[in-house]
């Protein structure tokens, strides 16, 4: 009888927990799409729509997945792109939407979680039919939705896993809107190697991670090709707060390396980092991949991220920023009353419009006609730079932006395309 | 919890875990049958049928021996690791392992072989490590334990020839499916069901209870741990295989805190010591996380639209636990089974004992 009770009891709690929301506060709580727009102007696609479209057969929704890790470790970075993303879904709906029917983006929580991922996978595919995914920013989750989208021939677009094996590794479904971290990675080296004339450096990374493996090894490698010399090379663990261990093996280095290259998965680790370096008395140039793009960076490292130069997509700047930054940063303070908190919220905007594109280039809602359009992508314009698909290639060809951080702000330190970049 | 067990009639011997075993796999194959065609569902249901297995392993050493263990994510992470180097492709070994060793690069076992390699390896570790642990009890054995899941982790880390390190382990062939998974549930609760109502799970119990007094009978604590502990991470590597032969993805995150608190959860949820429990407390949980997670989406019930809150399953569900907690302190089964005594009341008749 008791247990009777029980489960009753849990039950209501469990309704009186779904009827709730209203009242839960939440981050990642957006209006719904069909709302009224804000005055936003939407950024053009690349190609105007074929004239000869068929007369659209069907006004349902076209529906597109989304797939980000909105709770767990890959939030701060999922939250900001999921925004951008849904941002772009609700510009492109209320500009009339795509082939004249409204995009429907059908988002879902990884929680950081492999199983969780491909439920969520197989769900959009199989339960929702949705026409292509958009989604992840980190490659854990890429491959656990990836080679489902795969079997199931609809195309996937990761918005910020940077890892440039990530196509080869699932298939030719699988493509990444951001650039490979071999292509950041070259730009650091060469960027650390022309304009800040470090001879030697300190390699510092996280092996936490598959991100940080990875930047550190494409990076070794331009930078030794380049002739750079790798003084010392010591690495950390993905939770670790203190770095004093590093720190003073690096102060017992005579003569002392001219930079440090510092590959982290967070902004919060590199501002930890950063601080504990300067702490210490080391005030040399610190070097690093697009991990550092956060508002941690500088609200955990303070004053110790001065002279530290990060590799990302784009400079989130209201001033610095181009024309279609400046609009992207206005109808994203409209929609959520912040400007974007990193370059990933850009990257999860881009996405969306670039899956947009190919489905209006593709004419139709087909999987495989939206994957080849995709495919023959080039010189897709967005806000985190041009996108073209070489053949065969499913990574981007984009420029990289430097970041350097001046007086605790962002400022532009150079926009640069590598000479060359190590293989995938 | 100094209740004492009944012992059970003949037929109540029998007719629990076939009650058990039948409810389990009718639970999978009803749903199979509702949505036939809905992988998704299928999906849910398969690791479903993983995590019965993992948490019904879980318990044989954390519910009946009171060796509360919090590092049987260890003995998973070994297992998925293990059997997937094992099974592995050898065109995909060369591009995603390049660095093994000649003798394991050319190999390619299939499911069962590499399955039961892992979890052989697993017990093998769990002996060695056992001996010193199992000396423990309380909260000690728990650290310890945690500390074996830490140590698993930073191998898996750093091991980068044979693991790949922090990246993510890709390219593993899915061969699990329902119907292995079907297998594996049907063995692992008959074999904990045997083991737990043997004279030598009497004893785990009597340890369990009190040590001195059990020890006094001529029971040796050591022994009747150790081999509890062997078997459960037996058990617990072959349900990492299963789960790294369905997801054919994972990274050293995949098996460590996070798995770990939710077969803890699954656990305590569904009552320490009690198989039955076992198997409520995860189909529980994991519908739950499943329905919830569904209803974060948001919903329109008449006018009221009710906004997407990502990360509301979570609450959801950590409070229900505490109401579990709270409300049942030994989880929703405690330490009893469903049990047919009121079989003997219906059918005054029928053959016993």
């Given at each position: 009888?008791?247990m009777?009770l029980?489960?009753l009891?849990?039950l209501?709690?469990l309704?009186a927990g779904c009827a709730?929301p209203t009242?839960?506060?939440s981050?990642?709580?957006?209006?719904?799409?069909?709302?009224?727009?804000?005055?936003?102007?939407?950024?053009?696609?690349t190609e105007?729509?074929?004239?000869?479209?068929?007369?659209?057969?069907?006004?349902e929704p076209?529906k597109?997945?989304g797939?980000y890790?909105l709770?767990g470790?890959?939030?701060s970075l999922?939250?900001?792109?999921s925004?951008?993303?849904k941002?772009a879904v609700?510009?492109?709906?209320?500009a009339?939407?795509?082939l004249?029917?409204?995009?429907d983006?059908?988002l879902?929580?990884?929680k950081?979680?492999?199983?969780?991922?491909?439920?969520i996978?197989?769900?959009l595919v199989t339960s929702d039919?949705?026409v292509a995914?958009?989604?992840?920013?980190?490659?854990?989750?890429?491959l656990a939705?990836?080679?489902i989208?795969q079997?199931?021939?609809?195309?996937y677009?990761?918005?910020g896993?940077t890892s440039?094996?990530?196509?080869?590794?699932?298939?030719?479904f699988?493509?990444?809107?951001?650039f490979g971290d071999?292509?950041?990675?070259?730009a650091?080296a060469?960027?650390?190697?022309n304009?800040?004339?470090c001879?030697?450096?300190w390699?510092f990374?996280d092996?936490?991670?598959?991100y940080t493996?990875l930047l550190?090894?494409y990076?070794?490698?331009?930078?030794?090709e380049?002739?750079g010399k790798?003084v010392?090379e010591?690495?950390?663990?993905q939770?670790d707060t203190?770095?004093s261990?590093?720190?003073?093996?690096l102060?017992a280095?005579?003569p002392?390396?001219?930079?440090?290259?510092?590959?982290?998965l967070q902004a919060?680790?590199a501002?930890a980092i950063?601080?504990?370096?300067?702490?210490?008395?080391?005030?040399?140039?610190?070097?690093?991949g697009d991990?550092?793009?956060?508002?941690?960076?500088?609200?955990v490292?303070?004053?110790?991220?001065e002279?530290v130069y990060f590799?990302?997509h784009?400079?989130i700047?209201?001033?610095?920023?181009?024309d279609?930054?400046k609009?992207?940063i206005?109808?994203?303070?409209?929609?959520y009353g912040n400007?974007p908190?990193?370059?990933?919220?850009?990257l999860?905007?881009?996405?969306?419009y670039?899956m947009?594109?190919?489905?209006?280039?593709a004419?139709?809602?087909d999987?495989?006609a939206?994957?080849?359009?995709l495919?023959?992508?080039?010189?897709?314009e967005g806000?985190?730079?041009?996108v073209t698909?070489q053949?065969?290639?499913?990574v981007p060809?984009k420029s990289?932006?430097?970041?350097?951080?001046?007086?605790?702000?962002?400022?532009?330190?150079?926009?640069v395309t590598p000479?060359?970049?190590?293989?995938? | 919890?100094?209740?004492?067990?009944?012992s059970?009639?003949?037929?109540q011997?029998?007719?629990?875990p076939?009650?058990l075993?039948?409810s389990?796999?009718?639970v999978v194959?009803?749903?199979k049958?509702y949505a036939p065609y809905n992988?998704?569902?299928?999906?849910?249901i398969v690791v479903l049928?993983i995590?019965i297995i993992?948490?019904?392993?879980l318990n044989l050493s954390?519910?009946?021996?009171g060796?509360?263990?919090?590092?049987?994510?260890?003995?998973?992470a070994?297992?998925?690791?293990v059997?997937s180097?094992?099974s592995l492709a050898?065109?995909?070994?060369a591009?995603n392992?390049?660095?093994l060793?000649a003798w394991?690069?050319h190999?390619?076992?299939?499911?069962?072989?590499s399955?039961l390699?892992?979890?052989f390896l697993?017990a093998?570790?769990?002996?060695?490590?056992g001996i010193p642990l199992?000396?423990?009890?309380?909260?000690?054995?728990?650290?310890?334990?945690?500390?074996f899941?830490?140590?698993?982790?930073?191998?898996l880390?750093?091991?980068?020839?044979?693991?790949?390190?922090a990246?993510?382990?890709?390219g593993?062939i899915?061969?699990t499916n329902i119907?292995?998974?079907?297998?594996?549930?049907?063995?692992t609760?008959?074999?904990?069901?045997?083991?737990v109502?043997?004279?030598?799970g009497r004893a785990?119990i009597?340890?369990r209870?009190?040590s001195?007094?059990?020890q006094s009978?001529?029971?040796?604590i050591l022994?009747s741990?150790l081999?509890?502990?062997v078997?459960?991470a037996?058990l617990?590597a072959i349900?990492?295989?299963?789960m790294a032969?369905y997801?054919t993805?994972f990274?050293?995150?995949?098996f460590?805190?996070t798995?770990?608190f939710?077969?803890i959860i699954?656990?305590?949820?569904?009552?320490l010591?009690?198989?039955s429990?076992?198997?409520?407390?995860?189909t529980?949980v994991t519908?739950?996380?499943?329905?919830?997670?569904?209803?974060?989406?948001g919903m329109?019930?008449?006018?009221l639209k009710i906004p997407?809150?990502?990360?509301?399953?979570?609450?959801?569900?950590?409070i229900s636990?505490?109401?579990?907690?709270?409300?049942?302190?030994?989880?929703?089964?405690?330490?009893?089974?469903?049990d047919?005594?009121?079989l003997?009341r219906?059918f005054?008749?029928?053959p016993?004992?």
């Amino acid at each position: 009888m008791k247990m009777k009770l029980f489960s009753l009891i849990l039950l209501f709690a469990l309704l009186a927990g779904c009827a709730a929301p209203t009242q839960a506060p939440s981050a990642t709580e957006a209006p719904a799409a069909t709302e009224a727009p804000a005055a936003t102007e939407a950024p053009a696609v690349t190609e105007a729509p074929a004239a000869t479209e068929a007369p659209a057969a069907s006004t349902e929704p076209i529906k597109i997945g989304g797939t980000y890790n909105l709770t767990g470790a890959m939030a701060s970075l999922d939250v900001p792109a999921s925004k951008g993303s849904k941002l772009a879904v609700k510009e492109i709906n209320a500009a009339g939407g795509v082939l004249g029917r409204q995009i429907d983006y059908i988002l879902y929580d990884g929680k950081t979680d492999s199983a969780t991922n491909g439920n969520i996978a197989t769900q959009l595919v199989t339960s929702d039919k949705v026409v292509a995914i958009v989604g992840n920013t980190d490659s854990d989750s890429a491959l656990a939705i990836g080679p489902i989208a795969q079997k199931a021939g609809i195309p996937y677009l990761t918005a910020g896993a940077t890892s440039p094996k990530l196509p080869d590794q699932v298939g030719d479904f699988m493509f990444l809107a951001p650039f490979g971290d071999n292509v950041q990675a070259a730009a650091g080296a060469e960027f650390m190697w022309n304009k800040l004339s470090c001879k030697t450096s300190w390699l510092f990374w996280d092996k936490g991670a598959e991100y940080t493996t990875l930047l550190a090894k494409y990076w070794r490698e331009r930078y030794e090709e380049l002739g750079g010399k790798i003084v010392l090379e010591d690495t950390y663990t993905q939770g670790d707060t203190d770095f004093s261990a590093q720190i003073t093996r690096l102060k017992a280095q005579n003569p002392m390396p001219d930079c440090l290259y510092v590959a982290s998965l967070q902004a919060s680790d590199a501002g930890a980092i950063a601080k504990q370096l300067r702490d210490a008395g080391i005030t040399l140039p610190m070097v690093g991949g697009d991990g550092y793009d956060g508002p941690e960076l500088v609200g955990v490292g303070g004053s110790g991220a001065e002279n530290v130069y990060f590799t990302t997509h784009a400079l989130i700047s209201a001033d610095k920023g181009t024309d279609k930054m400046k609009a992207f940063i206005k109808a994203y303070n409209a929609e959520y009353g912040n400007d974007p908190e990193s370059a990933f919220a850009a990257l999860g905007y881009d996405a969306i419009y670039l899956m947009a594109d190919a489905i209006k280039r593709a004419g139709s809602t087909d999987p495989k006609a939206i994957r080849d359009a995709l495919a023959a992508t080039s010189g897709f314009e967005g806000v985190t730079g041009t996108v073209t698909y070489q053949p065969g290639i499913r990574v981007p060809q984009k420029s990289v932006t430097i970041i350097a951080i001046v007086n605790g702000q962002y400022t532009l330190g150079a926009e640069v395309t590598p000479e060359k970049v190590p293989a995938p | 919890m100094t209740q004492t067990k009944k012992s059970p009639t003949n037929i109540q011997n029998w007719i629990t875990p076939l009650f058990l075993i039948i409810s389990s796999l009718l639970v999978v194959t009803g749903i199979k049958l509702y949505a036939p065609y809905n992988p998704y569902v299928e999906r849910v249901i398969v690791v479903l049928g993983i995590n019965i297995i993992l948490v019904v392993a879980l318990n044989l050493s954390n519910g009946y021996t009171g060796v509360f263990s919090l590092g049987h994510v260890g003995f998973m992470a070994i297992g998925a690791y293990v059997s997937s180097i094992l099974s592995l492709a050898i065109e995909t070994k060369a591009t995603n392992l390049p660095d093994l060793p000649a003798w394991l690069a050319h190999v390619q076992l299939g499911f069962i072989p590499s399955l039961l390699i892992a979890g052989f390896l697993a017990a093998i570790i769990a002996f060695l490590i056992g001996i010193p642990l199992m000396r423990l009890s309380g909260h000690y054995v728990s650290v310890a334990t945690l500390g074996f899941l830490v140590i698993v982790h930073i191998v898996l880390i750093n091991w980068t020839q044979f693991t790949r390190g922090a990246r993510t382990f890709s390219g593993v062939i899915q061969y699990t499916n329902i119907w292995w998974v079907y297998f594996w549930i049907v063995l692992t609760i008959y074999l904990v069901w045997r083991i737990v109502h043997s004279p030598y799970g009497r004893a785990l119990i009597a340890v369990r209870e009190d040590s001195i007094a059990a020890q006094s009978m001529g029971i040796n604590i050591l022994r009747s741990r150790l081999l509890a502990f062997v078997i459960s991470a037996f058990l617990t590597a072959i349900g990492g295989g299963l789960m790294a032969h369905y997801l054919t993805s994972f990274s050293p995150a995949t098996f460590y805190f996070t798995a770990t608190f939710n077969y803890i959860i699954m656990l305590v949820v569904g009552g320490l010591g009690s198989i039955s429990g076992s198997i409520l407390g995860t189909t529980l949980v994991t519908f739950l996380s499943e329905i919830l997670r569904n209803a974060e989406l948001g919903m329109q019930i008449g006018h009221l639209k009710i906004p997407a809150v990502y990360g509301l399953s979570q609450i959801i569900l950590s409070i229900s636990f505490v109401l579990i907690v709270i409300l049942r302190r030994k989880g929703l089964m405690g330490d009893r089974e469903i049990d047919f005594t009121w079989l003997k009341r219906v059918f005054p008749n029928s053959p016993q004992t």
